[in-house]
């Protein structure tokens, strides 16, 4: 029996990790991709007050959560049966459209959009922000901190509290907008919508542009036939705080279009042995394994999914990126996985518009924000687009409103099969007999799952928050011979 | 002269404290030309080796965030410590055990069975559940040990200093920081830096008549005054058991403080704290009514230790044994 030693180095790391296993020619025998952490929030707030929920469930991850503030109180209002007056909706989706345009900006300058803006075979220590910076201008960095920064600001102005927001509560929100503030947020919300514009710039001119890059988002190589979900509004249009589920085939065909609470009809988790992460699935379909098509049940919640999964986006930029989009990639639904980081940047545009919208909607200054709620708290989903998939909070309590049982399924978790599979293609793909691997090559792997802007903090409701990520490759004798590792 | 070298690391946390130390904005320029940052995953590649290869005591300064839930947790605390001179647990997780301590009122296998068993959404026929190392065809695959319990940091290894705060808020991060700066003497080990002496309710704008009151609200229950004590009027705010320094955001977002910042100065039980501050509000000398009044507190144990369970006297739920 051949044993893999695996460093003790390794395991003192938490992180997600993927191994590479070779076969005596050196080719990929198998590639596994593992999430090392779980916290276990959906026990231990049984006994809780529902209530609290949308306090304690932020701390499942610093980076989304407003997201989880969100999905939660809406939950509460559904385990209370009680409606939120429209200033409170208005709010609510008004801190959680900053948060967006917040979140998909540090995705795509931080994150995800060095392999593009860099490229792929830049050294890795250009591979950064900086090297960003540096290829689209100075001008760029010192934009993105005031973006982050005036996001951050309209957060704390409705939620109390920038990172770990708390004034949504059952029946509406606890602090009223006041003309001031809301005249500090207009100032906020036009700088989102410039900088949203001037980031459609960066993708034209720095990725459409260029040849090769497209060339690489069309290939086999990043590409995935699978089912696509995303909320919509009452026009099928994308919506990120409030709709119906909907789902279409991988021919773009609307499969299931469901009410958040039937979601148990509709999904199911898969357990492996091999990692504390579940994953989700087509329960009509079936589990199938990791495989693609749509006689498996792996479907995707990204940004791109959103896009495949609704038939426009509400507000007048947004739509027209969104179809040029199409038409560019030759046509709906588009499977190609790392055009997934174009669709972000669609809707970071529809975020800021949004934003803007609902600040100048003057109901959002009514003091009238809470409904006291009257009925005998039971059961309640709560859901919201979290920017990497639907969140999903479910609740049963007793006739006090304390927690019986507790259900999460969060945005990455949707997309945890895909990911395994993609990044499981673009071994097999890359790694080629005899040749040499580089640290291209490993990156490359690494982009297979970095579209999908992981959190494994929100997946494992765990963390850590953002995704450091390891990546060994073993040979058939069990010696490592290659480790790669990231910090975000 | 070379300059001090700053390493940041999480553990078992949510990601928020880095989110805060970045939110210092133009200040962490200052921070990056002070010091030479050696360690820090989220926003450097990672060196974990580097750490190894470091002479014992060579880092000048850690800032830990994260409680310790699992064995690569605890792996990671002890070489750190040995690595610093000065290591500081940084927020509530790790001076405390915050939100994931809570955790520490269920069990490890109650954890466990529900996620992958028991939950509604779980579909597992064969009963598989994740195995720290577990055989493919190709090789072993590895996952660390999930522990029974949550701990502190101090909890597992000595910790110099105590920031405290979920997140800590980012002008106390800068006043601590600006200290080490300029060189400012240290404080005696073991103290809480980056906070205030006092409780929360002291930067609470809020109006305290100290009133008795005859029962308790939840937050959804009523619409507070916003400009009278909230628990003046029946909800329970942890502001008196509370140590100073966030700026009482919450309480001025008209929510009721949760206790983030820890106990206050000389205080070892922050829960304890707050019952006996509850004693003091209550209308009522009959045992009886004060036992139904008392009643009306929905979970107290998740209440009063909702960010300090591991680091408090309950530590942790204890295991009914029977003769």
Same mark, same amino acid.
């Given at each position: ?75 509460? @209002? ?107 947020? $207009? ?74 609470? @039937? ?84 809707? $970071? ?8 919208? $609902? ?5 959002? $200054? ?108 073993? @040979?058939? @004798? ?11 | ?40 995953? /989220? ?20 800032? *830990? ?27 509530? /997780? ?9 955790? %520490? ?121 916003? %400009? ?19 700026? &009482?955001?919450?309480?001025?977002? %008209? ?16 829960? &304890? ?33 909702? *960010?300090?369970?591991? &680091? ?12």
């Amino acid at each position: 029996m051949r044993t893999i030693t695996i460093d003790p180095i390794t395991r003192l790391e938490g992180h997600g990790k993927i191994t590479i296993f070779l076969n005596d020619d050196g080719e990929v025998a198998n590639c596994y991709f593992q999430v090392p952490e779980l916290r276990g929030f959906e026990q231990f707030c049984v006994g809780r007050p529902v209530e609290e929920m949308p306090r304690i469930t932020t701390r499942i991850c610093g980076v989304c959560p407003e997201a989880h503030h969100m999905a939660s109180v809406k939950a509460c @209002d559904a385990v209370y049966h009680v409606e939120p007056p429209p200033a409170a909706k208005k709010l609510r989706e008004l801190l959680y459209s900053a948060f967006f345009v917040s979140d998909h900006t540090l995705h795509f300058y931080a994150l995800g959009g060095p392999d593009f803006v860099v490229g792929p075979d830049a050294p890795p220590a250009e591979r950064n922000i900086l090297g960003v910076i540096r290829k689209v201008g100075l001008e760029a960095g010192s934009k993105v901190i005031e973006l982050r920064k005036r996001a951050g600001r309209t957060v704390a102005l409705i939620g109390g509290k920038y990172v770990h927001p708390v004034t949504a509560l059952p029946g509406g929100m606890a602090k009223p907008l006041t003309r001031e503030e809301r005249d500090e947020i $207009l100032g906020h919300t036009d700088y989102f919508v410039e900088f949203a514009k001037f980031t459609l710039g960066v993708i034209e001119n720095v990725v459409l542009k260029n040849p090769a890059y497209v060339d690489m988002i069309l290939s086999d190589t990043f590409t995935h036939r699978t089912y696509s979900m995303g909320t919509v509004d009452a026009n099928n249009k994308v919506n990120f705080y409030d709709g119906m589920i909907r789902v279409v085939d991988p021919d773009g065909k609307e499969f299931v279009k469901f009410h958040p609470k @039937d979601y148990l009809e509709v999904l199911g988790e898969h357990v492996e042995p091999w990692s504390y992460l579940k994953f989700p699935f087509l329960k009509k379909v079936g589990w199938k394994g990791f495989v693609d098509g749509k006689d498996s049940g792996v479907y995707r919640a990204t940004p791109l999914s959103r896009l495949n999964a609704a038939d426009g986006m509400a507000t007048p930029l947004a739509q027209q990126e969104y179809e040029r989009m199409y038409s560019t990639l030759g046509g709906k639904p588009v499977h190609h996985t790392l055009a997934t980081h174009w669709a972000r940047v669609i809707e $970071l545009v529809y975020a800021a518009e949004r934003a803007a919208e $609902l600040a100048r909607d003057e109901e959002i $200054l009514s003091d009238k924000i809470r409904n006291i709620p009257t009925a005998t708290p039971d059961e309640g989903v709560g859901c919201v687009e979290a920017p990497r998939g639907t969140l999903y909070h479910h609740y049963v309590t007793d006739e006090r409103g304390l927690l019986r049982r507790v259900n999460l399924i969060v945005g990455t978790t949707n997309n945890h099969a895909s990911i395994a599979m993609s990044i499981r293609k673009a071994a097999f793909g890359l790694i080629k007999r005899g040749a040499e691997i580089t640290d291209g090559v490993l990156n490359r792997i690494e982009m297979a799952f970095r579209a999908y802007d992981p959190c494994f903090a929100c997946a494992t409701h765990s963390l850590p928050g953002a995704m450091p990520l390891e990546v060994e490759v073993i @040979d058939s @004798d069990g010696t490592r011979i290659a480790v790669r590792r990231r910090g975000c | 002269m070379s300059k001090p070298k700053l390493a940041l690391y999480w553990a078992a946390s949510c990601g928020g404290c880095e989110i805060a130390v970045l939110d210092v904005e133009e200040k962490i320029l200052d921070v990056a030309a002070f010091f030479d940052i050696v360690f820090w995953p /989220c926003a450097m590649d990672f060196k974990y080796k580097d750490v190894q290869a470091m002479e014992d005591g060579s880092i000048d300064l850690c800032l *830990f965030n994260g409680a310790i839930r699992t064995s690569e947790n605890e792996a990671m605390a002890r070489l750190l410590r040995r690595k610093s001179k000065v290591l500081v647990a940084f927020g509530s /997780c790790a001076t405390e055990g915050c939100i994931p301590g809570l955790a %520490n009122l269920t069990t490890k296998e109650e954890i466990l069975d529900w996620v992958y068993h028991r939950s509604p959404s779980t579909v597992n026929e064969n009963g598989v559940r994740p195995q720290p190392r577990f055989h493919v065809p190709e090789g072993e695959l590895e996952i660390p040990e999930f522990y029974e319990e949550v701990r502190t940091l101090a909890q597992v290894v000595p910790v110099d200093y105590f920031i405290p705060g979920c997140p800590p808020q980012a002008p106390q991060i800068v006043n601590v920081l600006s200290a080490i700066m300029a060189g400012a003497p240290l404080p005696p080990p073991g103290s809480v830096i980056g906070a205030g002496e006092k409780t929360c309710c002291d930067e609470c704008g809020r109006k305290r008549e100290e009133k008795r009151i005859k029962r308790f609200y939840r937050p959804w229950e009523i619409v507070p005054d916003p %400009n009278q004590c909230l628990l003046d009027q029946g909800i329970i705010c942890l502001g008196p058991a509370t140590r100073s320094g966030c700026g &009482a955001l919450c309480v001025k977002a %008209n929510m009721p403080c949760r206790g983030c910042y820890g106990p206050p100065p000389n205080v070892m039980d922050q829960g &304890a704290k707050m019952i006996s501050a509850l004693a003091s509000v209550i209308d009522s000398q009959d045992p009886e009514e004060v036992q139904r009044i008392l009643d009306q507190i929905a979970d107290p144990a998740g209440t009063l230790y909702r *960010f300090s369970v591991p &680091a408090s006297l309950l530590h942790r739920k204890r295991t009914q044994v029977t003769a």
